[in-house]
């Protein structure tokens, strides 16, 4: 059974860090081939924040290119969001999300497993 698990979120005033983590287990293949966060904010559609492929190619939002960063670590099988220079219209759940086998790295929900999320709130 595949299980995604992230951790990390939580409250931070306009300008701060956070840095969430997430691990992947329970796949019969190497689930780093193609991993993601998205967020959603309340009323609004899940969209992708960042993904990182086996080429450790990434792609941002625009709204965070420069201040997120997507990263792994290998030897421990952690995916990383650094979160920087947060702003109150970053507030959302925030979800990781490993890519389902054959499936592209795409922003189309159906394409990944997901972990259970983990809240982000930046006040003003």
């Known amino acids: 059974q595949v299980q995604v698990v992230e951790s990390g979120g939580g409250s931070v005033q306009a300008g701060g860090s956070l840095r969430l983590s997430c691990t992947a287990s329970?796949?019969?293949?190497?689930?780093?081939?193609?991993m993601a966060w998205f967020r959603q904010a309340p009323g609004k559609e899940r969209e992708r924040v960042a993904r990182l492929n086996r080429d450790d190619d990434t792609l941002y939002l625009a709204s965070v290119r420069g201040r997120f960063t997507i990263s792994r670590d290998s030897a421990k099988n952690t995916l990383y969001l650094q979160m920087n220079s947060l702003k109150p219209e970053d507030n959302a759940m925030y979800y990781c999300?490993?890519?389902?086998?054959?499936?592209?790295?795409?922003?189309?929900?159906?394409?990944?497993?997901w972990g259970q999320g983990t809240q982000v709130t930046v006040s003003s």
């Open positions: 329970g796949y019969p293949y190497d689930p780093y081939w193609c």
């Open positions: 999300a490993a890519a389902k086998y054959g499936r592209p790295c795409s922003t189309f929900l159906d394409d990944y497993y």
